[in-house]
């Protein structure tokens, strides 16, 4: 019975582990390794294992970094079932077709490059087609629901509060007559995040796969943070220009709109014209909208009382023109736009035509990958490179970390204590500043086992104490 760390063992994204029970092989999340060019090239390498010889997956939820080479490894020959919950497959069914767009897109411009060059095309990491074969294999889960996926795995999940669907894997794994129980946090989420309910407390486990992306900070209040998003705001009307807000489509758009719609009168923004401009954030929206029993209490009420209605001066972008007309809008514009990172996407044309003027905003609300454009802005440089060319950062850059969707070092600590018998924990999904903080608080409240993997690392499950098999 053995666990081995072969994706963001060390980094953040691409997540990825598998489990060998009993003779079966199961892969946890299948994830892109996001970043610059250096990171995403590791995306084209085989994978660490034999596709053919797995047989199932469970996917934490749908963001990229945990979903995005299930179609490589479909392409790769994979023919078994995807467990997740039934929002993630509606996510995927957005999420990775857009991926595998973005893919065949790239290609397609490094060919016309590198043909001119005498060169040999480039082929896409993998296309629609393949995306489309991917979600073939999908299979879908509510929270709670106890399910055997193999003989010898039980898989049971519970809300991450991450984003929707986002999942808490409990896995119970029986081989030679022993059961040992693992318990994979996927990616927590803060408490009291707008929309979501919060990360589900877990009493028992034998081990845990825990993220550590924030294992080093803390994260402003929520009370805070939306008194200082209505103070940028406030600034940037006094500037009069305009404000960007790099968001991820899935999640940070549809908590962004929230915040906008329950905060409306208060910070006064009947007087911006708010645009959404992103094809896969407003169909992740209708998503969202589509599984209200998910949300908490606070967005079905408030929800109820506006009748369902976003926002009166909304404007939804679908298509390149009208993206390409807000160019022309020099200022009273809110505009949301992915990449959330700043790697792809509308976004980076709207910093080319912004971020050099000095009375615009960027309002940076959700974690930035080394070596990503938004990391750059983040970390203060006075020129970032876009498509060749430099551009000045005269704008205000604002880092808001208290909308983060994962949790802080007190929320991975919170979440962690609620386990009875301080099981031994393994930290992933996390940089190693963040991963060592964590880990040192840890070792100081709780005895037992705290351990930092590295890629290829495999630990026997057998060898752990069996106390939480019956739980």
Known sequence: MRLTFFGAAGRVTGSCHILEVGGRTLLLDCGLVQGGRKEEALNREPFPFDPLRLDAVVLSHAHIDHSGRLPL????????????????????????????????????IRTRKRQRR??????????????????????????GERTTILPGVDVRLLDAGHILGSAIVELWLTEGG???KLVFSGDLGQKGTPILEDPTPVADADAVLMESTYGDR?????????????????????????????????????????????????????????????PMAIAATVVYAEHEALHDA?????????????????????????????????????????????????????????????ECHVVIVGYQAAGTIGRQLVDGQAYVRLWGEPVRVAATVHTVGGLSAHADRQGLLDWYGAFRSGPPVWLVHGETRARSALADELRRKHPGTVATPSPGESIDLLRLPGRAAAA
């Open 73 to 108: 490894l479909v392409k790769a020959g994979y023919r078994g079932p995807v467990w997740t919950h039934a929002a993630t497959t509606d996510l995927c069914r957005v999420m990775l077709k857009d991926s595998a767009y973005l893919q065949e897109k790239e290609a397609e």
């Open 118 to 143: 005498g060169e040999p095309p480039v082929e896409p990491l993998y296309t629609l087609a393949d995306a489309g074969a991917a979600m073939r294999r999908f299979r879908s889960l509510d929270y």
């Open 178 to 180: 022993q059961t040992r």
């Open 218 to 278: 803390l994260h402003r209040s929520r009370s805070e943070t939306v008194a200082e998003l209505k103070g940028v705001l406030a600034e940037a009307l006094r500037a009069r220009g305009n404000v960007l807000i790099p968001a991820f489509a899935v999640g940070r758009s549809q908590e962004m709109l929230y915040l906008f719609s329950r905060e409306y009168e208060d910070w006064g923004l009947d007087r911006w014209r708010i645009c959404l401009d992103s």
């Open 298 to 358: 606070e967005a079905r009420r408030h929800w109820a009382e506006r009748g369902k209605r976003l926002l009166p001066n909304l404007q939804i972008v679908r298509t390149a023109a009208q993206s390409r007309a807000l160019n022309n809008i020099r200022s009273g514009l809110i505009l949301i736009a992915a990449s959330g990172m700043c790697e792809g996407g509308r976004i980076l044309h709207h910093l080319k035509n912004n971020l050099w003027r000095k």
